[in-house]
């Protein structure tokens, strides 16, 4: 079984491709599927011990407003670990988020609905609660973000079995879709 901190790692990374997805960009409402690249580094505080870290994120973000369908798949590193890949698709019906899963056919461990404010499809906030059940645990996140033109700003708490676990900020910043390539090529991320 793992301990509580690496169970939360693992969900933390999850988490931050869904509350980066809805933010920072979307000025084109047109039908078709638009991609957009981020780059931050989230600082984390360990509700535990006190202690802090940082992790390394690189945001690859799919919307297909036709399909009311945001996919995102963000690559994290935590210092000295190997990256991992976090994929998150969400289902969108006018200013709501309707359903938040880690798998593409919405049947995963991790559910959620939430708020967006703003334009459709260039919101520029974001509110939800997510639930990630497995076994008899589960991570429960309440987040919110904003947005300011290409920054976005996010915060999560977290909590494990009801009780806090992390407290997670980072600012994420839009960048060429060739600097991306290079960024996670050099990172080492696993493959898109």
């Known amino acids: 079984m793992k301990a509580p901190r690496d169970i939360c790692f693992a969900f933390s990374s999850s988490l931050i491709s869904i509350s980066l997805c809805l933010l920072a960009g979307f000025g084109n409402v047109a039908q078709a599927s638009t991609t957009l690249y981020y780059v931050g580094t989230s600082r984390v505080l360990d509700m535990n011990t006190g202690g802090q870290s940082n992790e390394d994120v690189w945001l690859k973000k799919t919307m297909s407003p036709a399909e009311k369908l945001l996919v995102e798949i963000a690559c994290v590193r935590r210092a000295s670990?190997?990256?991992?890949?976090?994929?998150?698709?969400?289902?969108?019906?006018?200013?709501?988020?309707?359903?938040?899963?880690?798998?593409?056919?919405?049947?995963?461990?991790?559910?959620?609905?939430?708020?967006?404010?703003?334009?459709?499809?260039?919101?520029?906030?974001?509110?939800?609660?997510?639930?990630?059940?497995?076994?008899?645990?589960?991570?429960?996140?309440?987040?919110?973000?904003?947005?300011?033109?290409?920054?976005?700003?996010?915060?999560?708490q977290i909590f494990y079995d009801g009780n806090p676990s992390q407290l997670w900020d980072i600012e994420m910043k839009t960048v060429a879709p060739e600097e991306f390539a290079k960024l996670i090529e050099e990172a080492h991320c696993p493959e898109f």
Not at 98 to 118: C, Q, V
Not at 121 to 136: P, Q, T, V
């Open 81 to 156: 670990q190997t990256p991992v890949l976090s994929p998150v698709y969400m289902k969108v019906d006018g200013n709501r988020i309707t359903a938040i899963s880690n798998t593409a056919d919405f049947k995963g461990a991790l559910s959620g609905t939430g708020e967006l404010r703003g334009n459709a499809w260039d919101w520029s906030y974001l509110k939800f609660s997510m639930l990630w059940k497995f076994g008899e645990h589960e991570v429960r996140v309440e987040d919110g973000n904003f947005v300011v033109k290409n920054l976005l700003v996010a915060r999560k």
